[in-house]
């Protein structure tokens, strides 16, 4: 069993966000408690705050058996055996209003299908020309070998390749290439050239018209209110 720890992938600015929600909360039920003044309130709420920020990060973290992965955020385990994860996704983006790269990082399953359908991992930092900035955490290519193990594939492994060859570990498998077949490309003459002629076809089709039966009709049968005088029981009338 092994763990990744993932609070290099947790942004500052969700942990501030929830930080700040329930500090909010908190000032709001000691000032209409009557527990304590607004002064008072104003501090223990920057206090849970700040505490909040620092300690949501390390409640977040991938663990790794035989029998798949269990996601961690926020002290809630969730369980994705190995059926159901198909690789890593890498979705790179830019920051509008700062024009920072970085790139999101996501489990994707079999079930529902999508590109990036998956439990979101975390969002990390990266060049200009999406790449390693070299000062990536160990943490982030242990998160690369865990796929590399299991055979998984990685979206960009020149991407994790880079960072595993930072921090000292071995390359992500190489994945099968599909090869385009070597020579000419045949004419319309020769890639039909087996095919059945048309004269062929029609001979084929008249003979299983010939031979096909169609099932027997079912007589009608007449209620004896609406049977014609002198018709036997059996037969129609119109």
Known sequence: MRTV????????GGNIGIGLALAVVAMLALVGSGATGPGEATL???LIAV??????????????????LT????LVPRRYPWSEIRGLAMEFGEEVETSGHHVTLRLR????????????????????????RGTEPRALAELFAVFGRRGLPVDRPEFANEVLHVRGLPPLPSRPVRTVPAGPVPTAAQAYADAPGVEEEG???????S?????PRKRRRVPAAH????RPPGAGGR
């Open 71 to 74: 996601l961690v955020r926020l």
């Open 227 to 230: 049977r014609r005088p002198g």
């Open 109 to 132: 399953l079999a079930d529902p299908p999508g590109r990036f359908w998956g439990p979101q991992l975390g969002r990390i930092d990266v060049t200009g020309d999406d790449l390693p």
């Open 44 to 46: 223990i709420g920057a």
């Open 211 to 215: 031979t096909a039966k169609s099932p």
């Open 203 to 209: 001979k084929d089709l008249a003979a299983s018209r």
């Open 51 to 68: 505490t909040v920020a620092v300690a949501v990060p390390h409640t977040c973290w991938l663990r790794e058996d035989e029998q798949g």
């Open 5 to 12: 720890r993932l609070a290099f992938l947790r942004q500052w």
